[in-house]
C-alpha cells in the first residue's frame, strides 16, 4: 500500500513525498482511513511507528474543507502529556502541512502567557496543548471551543498517570459533544479505560502492538553494580567503549540528571542534562545540542522517555531503573527507531533486582546478563528476583507467554 491509497489530499501527499515517506506503517495503514471516515478511535502502537502522522494527516485532511461552525477557535485540538512531546506534534504538523495554509501554534507550560493570549485571540485551525496551561487560559476566558471537529489525546496513559485526568475531562465536555476523538495510549487498561468509556463514542480499537512486545530491533542487556563507584566505572566504560553514537542517560532524579552530567563532563564526555525543572528554552537548547552534535550524552529523567525522537540515538542506558515496567519499554523506545538497530544497556544495583523481574515478567524475555573485563561484579545474583535481594527462590520469571502480534482490530467493547 502507498499514501496515495489512502484518500489524502494532493497537498498532503506532496508533503509526504518531501518528508521521504515511501509507503505508510502499520498504524497509518489502520488509523488513517478510520480517522478520515469520522470514527472514534483507541490506538496503541510502538513508539518509532509512525504514530504522529497517524493523527497529524487525518486532522490536516479535516482542515482542508470548510469548516462547519462559523467562529475563531480551533477545529483541532491535540492534547499531549510534556512540552517536549507537544513540540514533536507541532514539528510533524509543520512538516506535513507546510504545503498549506492553515493556523496552528502550541500552548504549554514554561513558555511566557502574552504570546499564547495573542494566539488564542486570533483565528485559528489547530491547537497543541498541555493539558494545565490550557486549564489556566480557559478558566481566564480566553478558549474558544464552539467549532471544535476533533479532539486527539496523544501518549493518554501518560496524560492521566500525570494526574491530568480532571483536567483532559474538563476540557473534553468544553468541547462539542458531537466532536471526533482519537486517542493514542500504551495501555488502555485502569484510568485510560474509563476516561476512554466517557469521552469516546463507539470507538474501533487498534491494538498494533502491545506493550509486553519485544523492541526487535533493539539488543537489550544488563550489567551487575556492586556499589554506586562500580555503576560509574560501568557507565564510564559503556560511553567511551561504545560505538552506537549518541547516548541518552535515564535517572531517577532531577538533581541526579544535573550531578551525573556534571561529573560525565568531568571525566571527558561531552554531555548536558534535560528534567521538568529546566526552562522550555533551556530543554529546547539540550535538546538541539544532541540533535546537532555538540554534545554526544544526554542524561535526562523521565522527561525524556516519550516524545524525543534523534535518529541518531543509538544507545540508551538506564543509569536507575524507572519504577514502572511499562516505563523502561518506553524508555529503551527512544533507541532503534524507524527500522535502525539500537542497544539498550541497564545497570543494576543490589536493590534493583526485583524491578528487573517485573521489567522481564511485562516484555516476556530474560535480559541478557553482561560483564565487562576488569569490572566483574564481586557478588551473585540474588535467587529470586522477584523477592527482597538475597532472599526467595529461582530466578527471574519469564512472561507467560509470547507477545502479541499486530495488526488487530475490535469493537472497544469487546
Known amino acids: 500500500m502507498s499514501f496515495d491509497s489512502l484518500n489524502l489530499d494532493p497537498i498532503l501527499l506532496r508533503a509526504v513525498t518531501r518528508c521521504g515517506f515511501d509507503t505508510p506503517s502499520d498504524i497509518q495503514r489502520e488509523a488513517i ?67 498549506t495554509r492553515l493556523s496552528g501554534g502550541a500552548v ?34 480566553r478558549v474558544d471551543f464552539s467549532r471544535l471537529e476533533l479532539l486527539v489525546l496523544d501518549e493518554a496513559d501518560r496524560m492521566l498517570d500525570m494526574g491530568f485526568v480532571d483536567a483532559v475531562e474538563r476540557i473534553a465536555a468544553a468541547t462539542p459533544q458531537d466532536r471526533q476523538t482519537l486517542l493514542f495510549s500504551a495501555t488502555f487498561e485502569g484510568a485510560v479505560k474509563r476516561v476512554a468509556d ?6 474501533v480499537r487498534l491494538e498494533m502492538t502491545a506493550v509486553t512486545a519485544r523492541h526487535e530491533d533493539i539488543t537489550q542487556r544488563v550489567h551487575q553494580a556492586d556499589h554506586l563507584d562500580h555503576k560509574h566505572a560501568l557507565l564510564d566504560r559503556l ?21 551525573l552530567a556534571s561529573r560525565l563532563r568531568d ?44 535518529r541518531t540515538l543509538g544507545l540508551v542506558i538506564n543509569f536507575d531503573l524507572p519504577n514502572s515496567p511499562e516505563d523502561y519499554v518506553h524508555r529503551i523506545g527512544r533507541t532503534g527507531r524507524g527500522g535502525d538497530q539500537g542497544t539498550a544497556i541497564s545497570l543494576i544495583g ?28 564481586r557478588y551473585p545474583e540474588p535467587r529470586g528476583g522477584s523477592e527482597r535481594p538475597g532472599r526467595g527462590r529461582g530466578g527471574p520469571r519469564r512472561g507467560s507467554g509470547p507477545a502479541r502480534g499486530a495488526p488487530r482490530r475490535r ?4
Do not use: C
Not at 543490589?350 to 561484579?377: C, K, M, N, Y
Not at 469493537?411 to 469487546?414: C, E, K, M, T
Open 33 to 99: 482511513p478510520l480517522a478520515l471516515a469520522g470514527k472514534d478511535l483507541m490506538a496503541s502502537a510502538q513508539t518509532g511507528t509512525g504514530k504522529t502522522a497517524a493523527f497529524v494527516l487525518p486532522a490536516l485532511q479535516r482542515l482542508l474543507t470548510p469548516p462547519a461552525r462559523a467562529g475563531r477557535g480551533p477545529r483541532v485540538l491535540v492534547l499531549t502529556p510534556t512540552r517536549e512531546l507537544a513540540t514533536q506534534v507541532s514539528e510533524a504538523i509543520g512538516e506535513l502541512g507546510r504545503f
Open 108 to 141: 504549554v507550560g514554561g513558555m511566557p502567557y502574552p504570546p499564547q493570549q495573542r494566539l488564542l485571540r486570533q483565528p485559528l485551525d489547530l491547537l497543541v496543548a498541555t493539558p494545565g496551561r490550557l486549564m489556566d487560559h480557559m478558566e481566564r476566558g
Open 198 to 203: 466517557r469521552l469516546l463514542r463507539e470507538p
Open 239 to 259: 560511553l567511551r567503549e561504545g560505538s552506537e553514537g549518541q547516548a541518552l542517560v535515564f535517572t531517577s532524579t532531577k538533581r541526579g540528571a544535573d550531578a
Open 267 to 310: 571525566e571527558g564526555h561531552r554531555s548536558n542534562a534535560l528534567h521538568g525543572d529546566m526552562s522550555q528554552h533551556e530543554r529546547r537548547r539540550a535538546v538541539e545540542q544532541l540533535r546537532g552534535g555538540r554534545v554526544r550524552v544526554m542524561v535526562a529523567t523521565d522527561v525524556a522517555a516519550r516524545g524525543l525522537d534523534i
Open 350 to 377: 543490589r536493590q534493583d533486582w526485583p524491578r528487573l523481574a517485573r521489567i522481564e515478567r511485562l516484555t516476556g524475555q530474560r535480559l541478557e546478563r553482561a560483564v565487562l573485563s576488569g569490572l566483574e561484579p
Open 411 to 414: 469493537p472497544a467493547s469487546a
